[in-house]
Every structure is written in C-alpha cells, then in structure tokens.
C-alpha cells in the first residue's frame, strides 16, 4: 500500500469541508494505477487536500486491484470509509459487483463491460458473475455503462481505454477541464498525449 502526500490548499475558504471520496477497481494492466495518479495530480492542482491509497492484488497481470482517492479541504485518511464512496469507477464489471457495496446511498457509478476472467478462476476457486450488470442495474441508481475498449479502438489503440473512462468521470466531478488536459498531457506516456486527450474527449462524450 502506498500513501501519496497531501498538500496545503491554495484557497482552503472555497473548498468542501466534507472529503470527495473516489474508488477505482479493475485488474492488473488495466491501467488503474496510472488514472488514479492523474485523478489525484488533477485535485491537487485544484488547491485541494489529496491522500490516496493502492492496494495491488496478485503481483501477475489479472490481479484484482484498488485505489482510494480523497480529496478536500482537509483529508485525514488515504482510506474511504465503508460504505462511503461518492464514485466508483470501475474497469472491470465483475470487479464493480464486487465492490458496489462502498458505494454511499445516492453514489453513482462508471462501469466499463469489460469481462476479464482472473487467472484463480482457472483453478474453479472462482465463479465469474455473468449477471454482474443485471444484478448492478438493480442496486445502484446513478449507473453509467460504457464500452471504453470499444471507443479506444474506434480510436486505433486500446490501451487508451482508461483514459476514455477517466473522460467519463470527469462529468462526475466539478473540476476546471484545463487542468484535467494539462495533468493528462504529463502524466501520460511521452508522444501519446493527443490521443489520450482525445480519448478523454469521447468518454466524456459517452
């Protein structure tokens, strides 16, 4: 687990007292990890207070893996609260089952249909849920579902499939666009930044 450093605000009087909690599940190689450090730059360079927390599951690519984000005026804990997450992005649709239970009353929710059967379900200690989505559209009002690898090909990459559902959760989230562009144009990898500002265009779009 690692715990990114918080910052002092740059104008603490106009920000939420109440944290903005964000969950993001999916699997290794997904790219999980990399949204949550744009997602974390972005509110820090908004003036907020940020913590984030990362749990990795198995070290092999298909591992189940999480990270917390908070951000406010001033956050105390990297880690949401049970029951407590304001979003939940998730990558993967059988992770989002999995995890709907953090959502808070009222929360909403981004889920990718994506089917990505990890590798402990080879050895029958697991049943992939086939109703994942059937059974989230009955528990979670605020639900958008979207084929983010789907709108990444159409784009001629799918590994841009993370950033498309960061577009998507910007829409969530009442934060400047430029600096949402300008984090995005950093922190993705050297020569893709046009592509992956594209992609952030169309899953805002979705």
Do not use: C
């Amino acid at each position: 687990m690692t715990i990114e450093k918080s910052t002092k605000t740059k104008d603490k009087s106009s920000k939420n007292s109440v944290p903005v909690n964000v969950l993001i599940v999916g699997v290794g190689g997904q790219g999980v990890l990399l949204a949550s450090q744009i997602l974390s730059d972005v509110a820090l360079q908004s003036g907020f207070d940020v913590k984030k927390s990362e749990v990795h599951g198995m070290a092999q690519r298909g591992g189940v893996v999480s990270s917390h984000i908070r951000f406010g005026k001033k956050v105390y804990s990297p880690l949401i609260p049970n029951g407590k997450a304001d979003v939940i992005l998730a990558f993967e649709r059988a992770e989002a089952l999995r995890w709907v239970h953090e959502l808070k009353p009222g929360g909403s929710m981004i889920v990718n249909d994506q089917k990505l059967i990890p590798p402990i379900a080879a050895d029958k200690k697991y049943t992939y849920p086939d109703d994942a989505l059937t059974t989230l559209k009955t528990r979670v009002k605020k639900m958008q579902i979207l084929d983010a690898a789907k709108i990444a090909e159409g784009l001629g990459n799918t590994r841009l499939a993370n950033t498309v559902l960061l577009g998507a959760l910007s829409t969530t989230l009442d934060v400047d666009m430029s600096i949402w562009r300008d984090v995005i144009t950093r922190r993705v990898p050297k020569g893709t930044s046009d592509a992956n500002l594209k992609a952030f265009d169309k899953g805002r779009g979705a």
